[in-house]
């Protein structure tokens, strides 16, 4: 079967990535809005590969931009998170603290890159399930997917490749659209609110 249609769902993503950006930076969210423009960039690179059919000759400059974008999206996204929400002191110092050591970690090994942007995701969750004002349990939910895209269905030996690459990058795009539903429940700081107005 041609490579082309892998471009679709790349597609989805970069669409999705705008609609979260137009909904994510006239609420001040600056790193997450980057975040979800890092994602974008990374899928239409992805579809220019697909659909181009340059699919090996761009092979990895595409892998590599998938697994670095995805670290510094994630961490870009958590930090936007609990610099924003009512987090204490002790919280931000913490994610700043990981912010440098994920730097540091995978500067000297590049190999655990994948493991940190797991690490961020989870972060980004733990951020949620805390501050969350409302709609705990569904923003956690939504919050979750890309965390199930990653674990349960991307490479999934069960499912045939095509249908698990779809599947995980709609899954992708279906979490980028919810992303501003999630992070306007998180309460904002005195602070940013005193910005904002």
Known sequence: MPA????VSEISIVLASVFAIHRLAPNGFWLASFASLLIGAVAALGAWRFGSGQFE???TLHLTAAVQGGLVSMMFLSADMAMKARAQQSTRLAVVGLFMAS??????????????SLVWLVVAIIVMAIYAQTDRFLTVSCMSIMLVGLLVVRKNSYLDAAVSFHLYHLMIAAWLILLPFCLSR??????????EG
Request: charged content about 15%; aromatic content about 10%; overall charge neutral.
């Open 4 to 7: 082309e249609h892998y471009a």
């Open 103 to 116: 730097l540091f970690a995978t500067s000297s090994s590049p190999s655990l890159v994948p493991v940190f």
């Open 186 to 195: 998180l309460p904002k700081r005195a602070s940013v609110l005193a910005t």
């Open 57 to 59: 000759a761009l092979e």
